[in-house]
Antibody
Framework: EVQLVQSGAEVKKPGESLKISCKGS????????IGWVRQMPGKGLEWMGI????????RYSPSFQGQVTISADKSISTAYLHWSSLKASDTAMYYC??????????????WGQGTMVTVSS | SYELTQPPSVSVSPGQTARITCSGD??????AYWYQQKSGQAPVLVIY???ERPSGIPERFSGSSSGTMATLTISGAQVEDEADYYC???????????FGGGTKLTVL
């Protein structure tokens, strides 16, 4: 079974760092892109960026460039989303999802269960 | 920055046909994908590459695209289809992807 399993919920203080994870199984992790999506409470889905674990090629949304770092460790089939200094406005549900890319576009097909990040003093 | 525009809400009675639209300048050349998100759950892919249905998705879900508009159609909508629906596509460069703002489908 193809699946993505994300790390558990986090509660952090402003200014702290955080790295959440997304482990893939049931498919060749290095031959699909993995993306991250933010969903703030009561709001819509926002595309943050994607990474190709095979060569670590990474693309960011302009809205998230410089705010987070996306990485992957192909040896353990795991992608990461990292903040160096959290803000209260980072409070949200974060989803990872497998992403295909073709000449005419691409999209997410398999989603993780989500990781809730709460940032509060 | 690139945008996909969806109506905030659509409402139908059970058994009626629901149509949710998504407009974007690059859609004539780029595929649209559609996701269903029920309350408290992760999104689920219901249509990919404009009109393809993943295995396990009911046949009442279909997609189409013409010009700058993609459409998700739910023929004979059921109460269990109540959810938020998001379209998704890329800009003309193919380097940045975006979601539409989402459409809340009410079936009652």
């Amino acid at each position: 079974e193809v699946q993505l399993v994300q790390s558990g919920a986090e509660v952090k203080k402003p200014g702290e760092s955080l790295k959440i994870s997304c482990k893939g199984s049931g498919y060749s992790f290095t031959t699909y892109w993995i993306g991250w999506v933010r969903q703030m409470p009561g709001k819509g889905l926002e595309w943050m960026g994607i990474i190709y674990p095979g060569d670590s090629d990474t693309r960011y949304s302009p809205s998230f460039q410089g705010q987070v770092t996306i990485s992957a460790d192909k040896s353990i089939s795991t992608a990461y989303l990292h903040w160096s200094s959290l803000k209260a406005s980072d409070t949200a549900m974060y989803y990872c999802a497998r992403h295909t890319i073709a000449a005419a576009g691409g999209g997410f097909d398999i989603w993780g269960q989500g990781t809730m990040v709460t940032v509060s003093s | 920055s690139y945008e996909l525009t969806q109506p905030p809400s659509v409402s139908v009675s059970p058994g009626q046909t629901a149509r949710i639209t998504c407009s974007g300048d690059a859609l004539p050349k780029k595929y649209a994908y559609w996701y269903q998100q029920k309350s408290g759950q992760a999104p689920v892919l219901v249509i990919y590459e404009d009109s393809e249905r993943p295995s396990g998705i009911p046949e009442r879900f279909s997609g189409s695209s013409s010009g700058t508009m993609a459409t998700l159609t739910i023929s004979g909508a059921q109460v269990e289809d109540e959810a938020d629906y998001y379209c998704y596509s890329t800009d003309s460069s193919g380097n940045h992807w975006v979601f539409g703002g989402g459409t809340k489908l009410t079936v009652l």
